[in-house]
């Protein structure tokens, strides 16, 4: 079944045209990830479908489980059950640590579902369990990003967009997050992921699109994708042997188009 | 010197007076906190609610407490519909237009209720008198004095509960610090905006009852509470509630020594001087702390 779909949506930031057409659909249980270097607009597709650029996207249709999300507020969208772990994490720094986890169940009644799902949210994180009293603020960049994925599931979303959340971190805690994140996605969340790191995120993805400047120039299953010359080349970092370097880039980031 | 109960007796009447300058300072941090916006229409709001108060009393003849609870749903009113009406179709605002905005309402309240209610004094009683007095530990005071400082105390207390305990309390705080990451887990910034503006003008509203009785009521009944609350809130920390308690008590005290050893007539310097004094000194307030990330 497919949870999100997206139809061709342009958004703009004034007169920066940012998303120049891009669809996608994402199956339900499933692990997408968006591929993409620095300014693609890998935020701001995230950014668009919960609706956090005023008056944006410009075109464009975006559903979520059947139903038009276009043109509604950010707190609805959140409430039919997108978690979002947004770039730079985003916790709030003067919180306490268990503070930041209970906003994550704003939308939720039923105070000992909450209780026990904070219980789950310190066995995926650890960490945290013994940080309940300090100042998000002070928490080292790892410890923010587990506790922002563990503010976003607090919704018990049915799909999970997360930003960029290897960055900044060392290659260990790079393969903790991501081992998490499969954790996550075997208890059920439908995951879309947006990653600089292609490698990383084409091992645990089972789909995939590359996006550069605003467009999607290729899709398919992780597989395909990691087969793919350009892909090898541009994303995992591969080198095609005939290396005549400049024209075959040249030549390479010609196909795609 | 001052003898030892004559120190006391300085610190209660401080605490008397300082209780006033803390709600109404807690009044405009309240809005401050949500919207960065410094409310001078504040103490009108506060003033155009106890005439409502006034109203029901003398006109209506109804019990105090009926008055207290008529004027404190009319102040919660007035605060969600200045935010929905006014504050939230700025477009585009800056701290100064929307500062412009909060005095024009300040102007039109004041005279809307000179208009409605008249311009002359009008005696406002609370069921604690202000002359009789009773004694504790040898420090006397008033009913009304006591009565001011424990419904102070209380209301204060109510308002910590609520923000640190309670689940609406938490959004507030989450949305003041970061009112995306608040939208992205389903916290509504316009509904938090506007409850604050909502509980502000319900803590105005008490402060002006409380200190109504005190002088008589008239249109610029809360003028001179105004500027002391401000003062309070730029002495603690417009950016701390706990900062802007303390500075109305600090406040009180401070103005209570310069009336004793200086002049009691010019003793409403004092509020122009701390303000001045803190701008230059440590603009944050003395309480205000900036927490520093870790890097
Ligand atoms: N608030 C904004 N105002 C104007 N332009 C913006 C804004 N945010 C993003 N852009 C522009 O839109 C384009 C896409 O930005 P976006 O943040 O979506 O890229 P990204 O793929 O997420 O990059 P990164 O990997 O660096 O996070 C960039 O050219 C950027 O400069
Ligand atoms: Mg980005």
Known sequence: ?257 | MMDFSEIVTLIVRSVETGSIYALVGLAMGIIYKASEVPNFAQGEMATFSTFIAFMVLTVHGAPFYVAFVVSLLFAYILGIAFEFLCVRRAKNPTILSMIILTIGLQMVLYGLSGWVFGTEQRAFRLPFSQFETVEIGGVVISHLGLATIIASFVLMCLIYWFLEHTKTGLAMRASQQNSMAARINGISSNRVVNLSFGISSIVGAIAAMLFAPIITLSPDLMWDPLLKGFAAAVLGGFASLPGIVFGGYILALIENLFGLWFSLEYKSVVAMGIIVLVLYIKPSGLFSKHYQRKV
Do not use: C
């Not at chain 1, 799902?117 to 009293?133: G, S």
């Not at chain 1, 607090?154 to 805690?173: H, I, K, Q, T």
């Not at chain 1, 990691?226 to 090898?232: I, L, M």
């Open chain 1, 1 to 257: 079944m497919t949870l999100l779909n997206v139809q061709n949506i342009e958004t703009y930031y004034d007169r920066v045209y940012a998303l120049r057409g891009v669809s996608m659909e994402i199956q339900e249980g499933g692990i997408t990830a968006i591929l993409g270097n620095n300014g693609a607009g890998k935020t701001t597709i995230l950014n668009s479908i919960v609706a956090l650029i005023d008056d944006q996207p410009e075109k464009g249709l975006i559903e979520f489980d059947g139903k038009t999300i276009t043109n509604m507020s950010t707190e609805k969208i959140i409430r039919m059950g997108i978690g979002y772990v947004p770039e730079g994490r985003q916790v709030f720094n003067e919180l306490t640590v268990l503070e930041n986890i209970k906003t994550g169940a704003y939308t939720r009644k039923g105070r000992s579902e909450i209780e026990a799902d904070i219980d789950k949210m310190f066995e995926y994180f650890p960490v945290l369990k013994e940080r309940t009293k300090q100042q998000a603020g002070t928490l080292s960049g790892g410890e923010q990003q587990m506790l922002a994925i563990a503010r976003a599931l607090m919704s018990r979303p049915r799909l999970l967009m997360l930003d960029e959340p290897s960055l900044g971190l060392s290659p260990l805690l790079v393969k903790e997050v991501f081992e998490i994140i499969r954790q996550i996605h075997q208890d059920g969340t439908t995951i879309l992921l947006v990653e600089q790191n292609a490698k990383k995120a084409l091992e645990i993805a089972d789909f995939g699109y590359i996006l550069e400047n605003g467009r999607f120039v290729a899709s398919g299953t992780a597989g395909e994708l990691k087969a793919n010359d350009d892909v090898k080349e541009f994303y995992l970092g591969v080198k095609s042997e005939s290396s005549v370097k400049g024209y075959q880039r040249y030549r390479r980031k010609r196909r795609w188009r």
